[in-house]
């Protein structure tokens, strides 16, 4: 059965930093692509960054490039997303998802909140 | 970066109704695209990929159509269970633009 389970969120304040991590069971991390998507309160869905599974290439969303950094560690199955240089506007509840071949997001974890507040 | 704009932003229906949201794509996405159910507290679950496809699991009377820049959601009968919020996203690009949504009420 598959599962992601996202932990590392938390009270930081701005300019801090912060290390999410989703641990995946059920599929080898190397054969799927993971995707980090975040929601700030009340508001929609922000895709942040993917880890393709197949050659571990890297993208991010304009508004978090540079800041953040999304890894993968095989041997603990656990994709990592850190967070440097939070701003307030961070502030958001940070799903994990898997994709399989041709399909988006087949499975999502249950989010993990990340507060960036003085 | 691709943009996506759903329209409605609110939609308020009646159990019953036939129920449809649109997508388009700044650019063409040919059929690239998927939609998410989400409620409030949840995370997001897969319904449509690949623009008209659907995911195992999700009832029939969900339906996509469109290829290209635009692409429609249909419910053909909304049940209680489907109030929600509707999301499209776009897969086209390796960086994902989702649309801003669509909250489906209750009339």
């Known amino acids: 059965e598959v599962q992601l389970l996202e932990s590392g969120g938390g009270l930081v304040q701005p300019g801090g930093s912060l290390r999410l991590s989703c641990a995946a069971s059920?599929?080898?991390?190397?054969?799927?692509?993971v995707n980090w998507v975040r929601q700030a309160p009340g508001r929609g869905l922000e895709w942040v960054s993917l880890i393709r599974g197949d050659n571990g290439d890297t993208y991010y969303a304009d508004s978090v490039k540079g800041r953040f950094t999304i890894s993968r560690d095989s041997s603990r199955s656990t994709v990592y997303l850190q967070l440097n240089s939070l701003r307030a506007e961070d502030t958001a509840v940070y799903y994990c998802?898997?994709?399989?071949?041709?399909?988006?997001?087949?499975?999502w974890g249950q989010g993990t909140l990340v507060t960036v507040s003085s | 970066d691709i943009q996506m704009t759903q329209s409605p932003s609110t939609l308020s229906a009646s159990i019953g109704d036939r129920v449809t949201i649109t997508c388009r794509a700044s650019?063409?996405?040919?059929?690239?695209l998927a939609w998410y159910q989400q409620k409030p507290g949840k995370a997001p679950k897969l319904l449509i990929y690949?623009?008209?496809n659907l995911e195992t699991g999700v009832p029939s009377r969900f339906s996509g159509s469109g290829s290209g820049t635009e692409f429609t959601l249909t419910i053909s009968s909304l049940q209680p269970d489907d109030f929600a919020t509707y999301y499209c996203?776009?897969?086209?690009?390796?960086?994902?633009?989702f649309g801003q949504g669509t909250k489906v009420e209750v009339k």
């Open positions: 996203q776009q897969y086209q690009s390796f960086y994902r633009t």
């Open positions: 059920g599929f080898t991390l190397s054969g799927y692509t």
């Open positions: 998802a898997k994709d399989r071949p041709n399909v988006l997001a087949e499975f």
């Open positions: 650019q063409s996405i040919s059929i690239w």
């Open positions: 690949m623009a008209s």
